[in-house]
C-alpha cells in the first residue's frame, strides 16, 4: 500500500469505526438495561462471526462445518462472513487499494449490521477477529460486542497475536504490539477462549477460560488411498502460497532422492510452484475436489521452518493426509510432534537426512505407506472428527451461555 492510499485509510476507516462504537455501545446499554429472555423449552440460538467465506480453510473447518453438529446437539446457528465471496474476491483478493478500501468499508458496515443484532442470540462465537483481513482489529468494537452479549466466545487457530513472518509488515514492531493487544483484549473480553492447540493456549493468560479444540476433519470427505507398487511415487504438498517457501526445506532432500527413484512432486495450491530438479506436478486447489487431489499422493508432507509463529499452526494439512490413509513425513514443529506417531503413522524430520532416510523408506515400500496410512485414517476418526468435536463443541457454547 502506497503512503497516499495509507494516508486516506487512516482518515476515514477509524472515524467509521468509531461512530460504530458509539451507536454499538448504546445498543450494548440498553441491551443491559432490559436483557433479552429466551422461552422455556426453546433452542439456544449462536451467531457465529466467520472469519471469511467458506473457500477459507479456517473459517470453513472452525465455523461452517460445526453448524450441523451444533444443530443436531439442539443448538441454533447463524453464521455471518464478513462479505460475500464475491465482494471477497472481486474487491480485496483481486483487487488495489482503491478497491481494497471499498471492501472493508462494506466489512465494517455488515459487522455493524450483524453486532446490533447480537442481543437476539445467546451467545456469540468471534472467530479470530472482528474485520477480517484488515491489518488492525479496534478492541473498541469486541468490548462493544460484549456489551450488547456478554456471551462471547473467542476462537483463535493460529498464532494471531503476531503478524505472520512472511507478511511486508512483519518487521513493524507498532503492528506486532498492536496484534498482541487486541488479542490479549480479546482473550480477556471473552466468556470462554477456544485455541487450537496446546501451544496457543500459553498465549492466553488466564487459563480457567480457555479450552483447547483442534481444527476437525470431515473424514467422510476423504476417499482412502488406495497403496499399490507405481511409479512414479507421488509425494504431496497442499496449502495456502504464503506456505510454499517451506518447500524450499525439503528441496535437496527431494532432489537426491529423484536421482535415485522415479517421483513427483504434487502440489495441491492456488499459485503453482516448481521445485529445479524434481519432477513437479502442480494441481490448482479447488474446494470441490480438494480430498480427491489429496487422495492421489503416496505419501504427504509438512516441512516448517522452526519459529513462534510456526508453532502455533494446527497441524491440519497432516490430519487430511491421515484422513486419506497416507503416511506423512513432517518437521517436528509446534503440534506435529504430537499428530505424528513416528514409526507408526509416519516419521518425524529434524536433517535433510532424516527427510531422506524416510521418504526413501516409504518410496520403497508400499506395503508400508498401506499400514501407516490406515492407521492414520483411524486415528483421525478417534481423535480429530467433527463426531467426536462437534458435541465438545455444543458443551463449551452452554458453558458461555451458563457459566457456573
Known amino acids: 500500500m502506497n503512503r497516499k492510499w495509507g494516508a486516506y ?6 472515524p467509521l469505526g468509531v461512530s460504530m ?29 466467520a472469519y471469511l467465506t467458506e473457500e477459507n480453510a479456517s473459517a470453513r473447518h472452525r465455523a461452517y462445518k460445526y453448524v450441523p453438529y451444533l444443530e443436531q446437539a439442539g443448538i441454533d446457528c447463524d453464521v455471518v462472513a464478513p462479505a460475500d465471496r464475491e465482494t471477497y474476491k472481486a474487491l480485496f483478493a483481486k483487487g488495489n487499494d482503491k478497491t481494497r478500501h471499498r471492501y ?21 462465537i468471534l472467530q479470530r477477529s472482528i474485520l477480517g483481513e484488515l491489518f488492525y482489529d479496534p478492541p473498541l468494537l469486541v468490548f462493544a460486542l460484549k456489551l450488547i452479549n456478554p456471551n462471547l466466545v ?6 494471531i497475536f503476531m503478524l505472520p513472518p512472511q507478511s511486508v509488515r512483519s518487521k513493524s514492531k507498532v503492528l506486532n504490539q498492536l496484534a498482541r493487544l487486541r488479542h490479549e483484549a480479546n482473550c480477556a473480553m471473552s466468556r470462554v477462549v ?23 476433519v470431515d473424514v467422510e470427505r476423504y476417499p482412502v488411498r488406495v497403496h499399490t507398487a507405481r511409479s512414479p511415487v507421488v509425494i504431496g504438498w ?25 517421483l513427483v512432486l504434487e502440489i495441491v495450491s492456488s499459485r503453482p510452484y516448481e521445485m529445479p530438479e524434481v519432477p513437479t ?37 497432516l490430519l487430511q493426509y491421515m484422513a486419506c490413509g497416507l503416511p506423512v513425513v513432517a518437521s517436528p514443529v509446534g503440534i506435529n510432534s504430537a499428530i505424528v506417531q513416528p514409526g507408526v503413522t509416519g516419521y518425524l524430520a529434524r536433517t535433510p537426512a532424516e527427510w531422506v532416510e524416510h521418504l526413501e523408506r516409504l ?4 506395503a508400508l505407506r498401506a499400514a501407516m496410512g490406515a492407521k492414520g485414517r483411524k486415528i483421525v476418526e478417534a481423535e480429530y472428527s467433527y463426531d467426536v468435536w462437534g458435541p465438545r463443541l455444543a458443551d463449551i457454547v452452554r458453558e458461555a451461555i451458563q457459566p457456573s
Open 363 to 366: 518410496i520403497t515400500d508400499p
Open 104 to 124: 472493508f468499508v462494506r466489512v465494517m458496515i455488515n459487522r455493524f449490521l450483524a453486532m446490533l443484532r447480537a442481543n437476539e442470540y445467546d451467545a456469540v
Open 238 to 262: 497442499t496449502g495456502g502460497p504464503g506456505n510454499l517457501k517451506f518447500l524450499e526445506l525439503v528441496a535437496e532432500p527431494l532432489r537426491e532422492l529423484a536421482r535415485r527413484h522415479p
Open 9 to 14: 485509510y487512516l482518515a476515514t476507516l477509524p
Open 154 to 159: 473467542y476462537d483463535f487457530d493460529d498464532a
Open 194 to 216: 477456544i485455541a487450537s492447540t496446546p501451544e496457543l493456549e500459553a498465549s492466553v493468560h488466564d487459563k480457567r477460560r480457555v479450552r483447547v479444540v483442534p481444527t476437525p
Open 21 to 49: 462504537f458509539n451507536v454499538l455501545a448504546v445498543k450494548g446499554v440498553l441491551s443491559r438495561l432490559s436483557p433479552r429472555s429466551r422461552p422455556a423449552g426453546a433452542r439456544p440460538r449462536v451467531l457465529i462471526l
Open 281 to 317: 506436478r502442480n494441481v490448482e486447489w479447488s474446494l470441490a475436489v480438494e480430498s480427491s487431489n489429496m487422495a492421489d499422493f503416496d505419501i504427504g508432507i509438512m516441512p516448517l521452518e522452526d519459529n513462534v509463529y510456526t508453532r502455533g499452526k494446527a497441524g491440519f494439512k
